[in-house]
């Protein structure tokens, strides 16, 4: 089983199919491809997938489900 756990958009770089953004998940922070979701922009919350970001989801969503993770202690074990 696979946990998504949402990840924030901290700065977008490159284009087309180069264009890559920064990500915070709880904390970390990975460099994941944007090219199959270009119209994420800077603040937006995504899933990602093996690098690849593949959904953008509701902001209050995201938010909600990282402050669920926190409360039962999942996101120091995930991340």
């Known amino acids: ?5 949402p990840g924030e ?3 977008i770089f490159g284009d087309g199919l180069e264009k890559m953004a920064k ?4 904390g970390i922070s ?7 979701l270009p119209e994420a922009n ?3 919350y ?5 690098g690849v970001a593949i959904s953008l989801l509701d902001p209050i969503e995201a938010k909600e489900t990282l402050k669920d993770l ?3 202690g ?3 074990e995930i991340c």
């Open 1 to 5: 089983m696979c946990l998504a756990i």
């Open 9 to 11: 958009i901290l700065y």
């Open 23 to 26: 990500v915070r998940f709880a």
């Open 30 to 36: 990975k460099n994941i491809s944007l090219a199959y």
């Open 42 to 44: 800077l603040g937006d």
């Open 46 to 50: 995504i899933v990602v997938h093996a």
């Open 70 to 72: 926190q409360i039962i």
């Open 74 to 76: 999942q996101i120091d």
